[in-house]
């Protein structure tokens, strides 16, 4: 494996991309998919759904991918195989993040020269997020 994918997600989430827009674009990258939905289906999903401090954007953009490749198509289909995946992710994240919701993963020990919020979101993504997605971008690399 190589860590092209990591890197491409960290170019999406440096341009600009939230969270949750960055792994969709980078799991799909990897399935080959291409729509005009994405980014813009993962958009109110970054910062933990709408930048409420819920679940993470990378979490559900991991599963938005994973739906995409092992999803289906009609109510009569079943559910299992992208469930059954979307549980695998589920423990290789709790394994690595310890909790799902960014107002969790982000009580991070800011250093007390930061008072700022601007200064804590830009240390937050420098400390969590951006080495998050790469580790994301590398499982679904590896598991899509």
């Not at 997600?9 to 600009?16: C, N, Q, T, V």
């Not at 939230?18 to 969709?24: G, H, K, P, Q």
Request: aromatic share 10%; proline share 3%; glycine share 10%.
């Amino acid at each position: 494996m190589s860590n092209d994918y990591e890197k491409k997600a960290l170019i999406y989430f440096g341009d600009g991309f939230n969270c949750c827009e960055s792994t969709l674009l980078v799991g799909c990258d990897i399935l080959g998919v291409k729509d005009t939905l994405i980014p813009r289906i993962a958009t109110c999903f970054g910062g933990g759904i709408n930048g409420k401090g819920g679940v993470c954007g990378l979490y559900t953009g991991a599963m938005m991918a994973i739906g995409i490749k092992y999803g289906r198509d009609s109510s009569n289909e079943s559910r299992e195989p992208a469930q059954n995946k979307g549980k695998v992710f589920h423990d290789f994240w709790i394994t690595n993040m310890k909790c799902v919701d960014c107002r969790d993963l982000l009580d991070l020990d800011y250093p007390k020269t930061l008072t700022d919020p601007k200064d804590k979101k830009a240390y937050s993504t420098s400390h969590f997020c951006m080495p998050a997605c790469a580790k994301v971008a590398k499982w679904l690399e590896e598991n899509l």
